[in-house]
């Protein structure tokens, strides 16, 4: 089921303090030692604050904002660009929907569910840019 509102909500709950951001990329990078190499000379608050208006563009996108930030991030994130492998978001997705459930105190497996669903067509479309 999408429903943006929930998930807007949701991250409403979350995204206030900035342990939500260090508990996302500590979790992120646990992932794979491929995820913690693409951030080793990284400044990791300029990071977050990127993280911060990335989410909100996914939730702004399924509330039916224009396609054009979303697809700015999918160039910048391609091949050519940032190299950022396709495979990549899905362990990004998981490492969020993680940090979600430590937040967001109604965060539930039906919740969960809808996030997924929500932003997955933002997330297939900034992979499908990968080669451009």
């Known amino acids: 089921m999408v429903d943006a509102d929930l998930v807007f909500q949701s991250y409403g709950r ?3 303090k ?3 951001y260090e508990d996302f990329y500590s979790e992120f990078m646990n992932q794979s030692d491929d995820i913690r ?3 080793q000379d990284t400044n990791m608050d300029a990071q977050r604050g990127l993280l ?3 989410i909100m563009w996914l939730v702004m996108h399924a509330r039916g904002m224009s396609d054009s930030k979303i ?3 999918g160039e910048s994130h391609s091949r050519k660009k940032m190299n950022i492998h396709p ?3 899905g362990l990004w997705v998981n490492a969020l929907m993680t940090t979600l459930a430590r937040h967001d105190p109604e965060f539930s497996p039906q919740l969960e569910r809808t996030w997924r669903a929500t932003i997955g067509p ?3 479309l900034i992979q ?3 080669e451009h």
């Open 122 to 124: 933002s997330i297939e």
């Open 87 to 89: 495979s990549h978001y």
């Open 14 to 16: 979350s995204c206030n």
């Open 18 to 20: 900035a342990a939500f």
């Open 37 to 39: 190499a693409l951030f």
């Open 128 to 130: 499908s840019l990968y």
């Open 52 to 54: 911060r208006g990335g």
């Open 71 to 73: 697809r700015a991030l």
